[in-house]
């Protein structure tokens, strides 16, 4: 059967593409988008209330990076939905592999069985031809989601004054280090798929760097986030009390942070 490889390719091997990892993976991704997907709602009734009371330059730094980070958890979320697409894609691809090997082999052991004038035959009838080749391997870049990157805010005008309610600041970050969590757990299952999917499904290749590396820095985002409001929320406190509308200038949080 060898002498018929160069047209069929390794059609006597099994395809090395595993269904089970491929639907990890994209199990793996879907879960994550949904709870992407999710947190971006809440994350923006979390931002409303915390910021009702939040007035001054330091009320429009806290606006600005909540809805960034509302808009990567919708960026991240929909790059993961693409890669479940491609990954399914992927698994369709094997198994139409699968099958052109398969009459591939068949067309391969007819013609060994044959005598050459029933080849012959087949030469000038044009009968029994023998299947399409082996397809391009599978490569797939898979999306990169834009994300915002965490940066310490400017300071405020001179003069400047930003008030808020320190409580308010709190919720939104036990809510935020909270989702990040359920994030960050999920992300290593994702890493886990992908890893696993790499190994056992080598007939194909896929790229998903631009995803890891959009989940590690919206997780650095997030830390840094819940960081910074703790900070100013210490900050109100200290100049009044934890459940009242506190102010204070600008120059002295510059200062706290």
């Known amino acids: 059967m060898a002498e018929y490889s160069d047209r069929l390719g390794a059609y006597d091997e099994d395809v090395p593409f595993d269904d089970a990892a491929a639907d990890a993976l994209r199990s793996a991704a879907t879960v994550l988008s949904g709870t992407l997907s999710g947190q971006a709602a809440s ?10 009371d939040f007035e001054g330059h330091y009320g429009d730094v806290f606006d600005a990076n909540a809805r960034a980070a ?46 050459i004038l029933k080849r012959g035959w087949d030469w000038v009838s044009n009968g ?28 405020g005008p001179a003069g400047g004054v930003s008030s808020a309610r320190p409580d308010d600041l709190r919720a939104y970050s036990s809510n935020v280090t909270g989702a990040n969590d359920t994030v960050t757990t999920q992300k290593g299952t994702l890493d886990g798929a992908i890893t696993d999917f790499q190994t056992k499904c080598s007939w194909c290749s896929i790229d998903t760097s631009g995803i890891t590396a959009a989940l590690a820095t ?14 100013v929320a210490d900050a109100f406190e200290a100049a009044g009390a934890s459940g009242v509308v506190s102010a204070v200038s600008d120059a002295a949080l510059d200062a706290s942070l």
């Open 43 to 52: 994350r923006s009734g979390w931002a409303s209330a915390a910021s009702t």
């Open 218 to 231: 919206f997780g650095l985002n997030n830390t840094n986030e819940t960081r910074w409001v703790d900070t």
């Open 70 to 115: 509302c808009d990567d958890c919708t960026n991240i979320a929909s790059a993961l939905d693409a890669l479940a697409v491609d990954v399914q894609t992927m698994k369709d691809a094997a198994q139409s592999e699968r099958d052109r090997r398969r009459q591939a082999k068949e067309w391969a052991d007819r013609q060994d069985r044959e005598n």
């Open 128 to 155: 029994d031809k023998p299947p399409a080749g082996p397809p391009a391997r599978p490569v797939v870049d898979a999306q990169a989601p834009t994300v915002a990157t965490w940066s310490e805010p400017a300071p």
